[in-house]
């Protein structure tokens, strides 16, 4: 496909099949199709080759390579050859060309018979420089289609057939002919004008706009083939004890393999041996590395960076955390925005309104003016100025650069759609288990009573507590654990269902658990010490031999990133909303701690849906953040879902963002990225529409010199990728 009208022929006629919905994208140059049962794709293909273009569909992944879209592979492979091709076209044709503009344009440099020179050097350019758009042409005109190729093909060879009829049959072939250059539509005689520098010129000029347009689409797309490349290659798997090399492709789920320092790892598992610290960044944005021991989760992809690990493959293929955010991005950037499809059904018509409009200039001119060189120069200059390429690229090139480097700083936006909602967003509710807060219980307030020290409370709380399941009692355990060192091994161990567990320690009786558990065993609870449980938290009371030694309080902490998070969403114009299953004693002091005001504690997870439809209801567009399966529903309910990618599949495929580091900052950033990346879009839309509705008159009216034109054309196409490769940057 050369331009956008490729693209929208081809979704058309493939559209018009039974059964088919297909969104073609010019500048990812791929189609992504549903098509019911029993079609094959072959005939897709046959389709779209008897539209007059060639497509294949994506090679299935070689058993023995890394995971991830194959397509993306196989775009890379051609890309390459088929830009040198483009270079080695573009450089012949300009050193061609720049003699025959100069003669031109600089009447000092015409000698006799300077003209016969321009025509031997302007010859290759026009025939060879320009025939990708002839042979595009030809193509099209067999399936009774024109396109973009078809204006700059029927312009150039209608300027050069101009100048032999001059040359040959007119009065330009004269020895000490001249010719004068202007800016605008100038009125000589016919037979003594030719226009050389304007075939010649605009060939190169459209060369040189398609080989930076065909740059900056690689370097737009950049950001998902380095995600491609950031899989490990091969592995060494323990077999029987001793490590193997195979192909990361051949790797099974629940195969261990070692990673060592400065190793990728494979694919996703479980740490099962050893401990060090993982540089996540490539993934997550995250620059600090992430400490692993055994039984903590990491992702393929991510690189070792000190000691040796074990790890239990639990994912491979296209099932690992890399290839579905290969996979989303891809989705992502194969989608249109709304913008798009009204551009699209613009292109559609374009040419041929161009090719009328064309005419028209033509015979406006002959029967105003009765002049056929002013006639022609504005008509030829209509047909160059006005290709719609840079309507085809302003939407897929900025959703291309947004989504990479989205992807490069863990922030997945599922595709175009999204990116109108992100801007229509005025509130955002926040779950508060693993969004606000950490979803761990950690230890957070230790408080003595008279008679006791804080190690004594610790070490009998402590060993009680070690060997209980309770996510409570686990807290307090590795609380005093790291507070007192080695805690000792209760001898007798009983739980008490509801109120915590009692048993002997160092040969004392010891209760741990909710103060009613204490008061039921006849021990009495000095009034301060219960004053001194902070509200807000889980309290837990501990006494040895009938008497109080303290409380211990535990909460589920608040990252400390949370208030930073609340603090930007609010700078974004969003009123942050805390939403919680808890207490409303524990919401509130979580809503205080990171400066959120409106709470709606207590909530079961049916009832999450509930208050985001209440809010909508209020005439609120409302986005949700969450981790939970709980929270699925919800975020599929919101006008805006963001699901943490530390948390569960259900609420990743549930939301539209996926913020792929367990930081609410990230929420932030994923609102401005996508609201960036649409402004970017609006723009690139704006300068397209307003280059054309422009440009088109002025040419129409004579006041363009086609060779200008077509240096405006080539202009619009590398100004709206450039455009949007501006995303890149954001920080």
Not at 539 to 559: C, E, I, N, P, Q
Not at 567 to 587: K, M
Not at 713 to 727: D, I, T
């Amino acid at each position: 496909m050369t331009c956008a009208s490729c693209a929208a022929r081809v979704e058309k006629k493939l559209n018009r099949m039974d059964g088919v919905s297909a969104a073609v994208n010019y500048a990812t140059e791929k189609a992504k199709i549903s098509y019911p049962h029993g079609l094959e794709v072959a005939e897709l293909i046959a389709t779209v080759v008897k539209t007059g273009y060639t497509a294949e569909q994506p090679p299935a992944p070689e058993p023995d390579s890394a995971p991830g879209p194959a397509s993306d592979a196989a775009f890379a492979a051609h890309a390459d050859p088929q830009s040198a091709a483009l270079r080695e076209r573009l450089t012949v044709s300009a050193l061609l060309a720049i003699p025959v503009v100069l003669m031109a344009m600089i009447p000092a440099l015409q000698f006799d018979n300077w003209q016969w020179l321009s025509l031997t050097l302007a010859a290759p350019v026009v025939v060879w420089g320009a025939l990708p758009f002839h042979r595009a042409t030809w193509t099209n005109l067999r399936h009774g289609a024109a396109t973009m190729d078809t204006l700059i093909s029927v312009g150039t060879l209608a300027a050069f057939g101009w100048s032999l009829w001059a040359l040959f049959l007119g009065h330009a072939g004269m020895s000490g002919m001249r010719h004068g250059f202007d800016l605008t539509v100038s009125r000589t005689d016919a037979s003594s004008t030719i226009y050389l520098e304007v075939a010649a010129g605009v060939t190169t000029f459209l060369l040189l706009g398609r080989y930076l347009e065909a740059r900056s689409k690689r370097k737009a797309g950049a950001a998902l083939r380095a995600l491609m490349e950031l899989g490990a290659k091969d592995v060494a798997v323990l077999r029987g004890g001793t490590e193997v090399r195979i192909p990361v492709g051949r790797l099974a789920v629940g195969d261990r393999f070692v990673v060592r320092p400065g190793e990728k790892i494979a694919t996703d598992g479980t740490v099962i041996e050893g401990a060090s610290a993982v540089d996540a960044s490539m993934l997550t944005g995250e620059s600090v590395p992430l400490d692993v021991a055994p039984g903590d989760p990491v992702t393929g992809g991510c690189v070792n960076t000190a000691g040796r690990l074990v790890v239990e493959a639990t994912r491979v293929g296209a099932d690992t955390q890399l290839a579905r955010i290969a996979r989303l991005v891809e989705d992502a950037q194969n989608g249109k925005a709304d913008v798009q499809r009204l551009a699209d059904r613009i292109s559609a018509v374009f040419v041929p309104v161009v090719l009328v409009i064309a005419l028209g200039t033509l015979a406006g001119w002959l029967l105003a003016t009765a002049d056929a060189t002013a006639a022609f120069t504005a008509a030829v200059a209509v047909l160059i100025i006005a290709c719609p390429c840079a309507l085809g690229l302003a939407t897929p090139t900025a959703l291309m650069v947004g989504t990479g480097r989205g992807a490069q700083l863990g922030i997945l936006i599922k595709g175009p759609e999204v990116l109108e909602s992100t801007r229509r967003v005025d509130t955002v509710v926040l779950d508060k288990t693993g969004t606000v807060t950490t979803g761990r219980m950690s230890l957070q307030g230790v408080y003595v009573s008279e008679t006791a020290d804080e190690d004594d409370l610790l070490r009998f709380a402590g060993a009680l507590e070690h060997a209980s399941e309770h996510p409570i009692a686990r807290a307090v355990a590795a609380g005093a654990e790291e507070r007192v060192g080695a805690l000792p091994v209760p001898t007798a161990f009983e739980n008490v269902p509801g109120l915590g567990v009692r048993g002997v320690v160092e040969g004392h009786q010891v209760l741990v658990g909710r103060a009613r558990l204490l008061e039921n065993a006849g021990v009495e609870l000095p009034p301060g010490l219960k004053a001194a449980a902070a509200e807000g938290h889980t309290a837990v009371f501990a006494s040895r031999d009938g008497k109080v030694l303290g409380v211990l309080t535990v909460a589920d902490a608040v990252k400390d990133t949370s208030a930073e998070a609340v603090t930007r969403l609010r700078a974004l114009g969003l009123n942050p909303v805390l939403l919680t299953g808890d207490s409303r004693a524990i919401a509130d002091a979580v809503a205080a701690e990171v400066g959120i005001d409106e709470v709606y504690a207590e909530v079961m997870p049916e009832e999450k849906v509930d208050v985001v439809r209440r809010l909508q209801a209020q005439g609120r567009i409302v986005a949700m953040v969450g981790d939970g399966v709980n929270d699925a529903a919800a975020l599929a309910t919101a006008d805006l879902g963001l699901a943490m990618g530390t948390g569960t599949d259900a609420a990743i495929e549930a939301g539209d963002l996926t913020l792929v580091r367990g930081d609410l900052r990230a929420a932030a950033d994923a609102i401005r990225l996508a609201r960036r990346t649409l402004t970017s879009i609006k723009g690139n839309i704006f300068w397209a529409f307003g280059y054309n509705v422009a440009a088109l008159p002025l040419a129409a009216s004579g006041l363009l010199n086609p060779m200008i034109a077509g240096f405006a054309m080539a202009f619009s196409s590398v100004f709206v990728v450039g455009n949007s490769l501006r995303l890149r940057s954001f920080r």
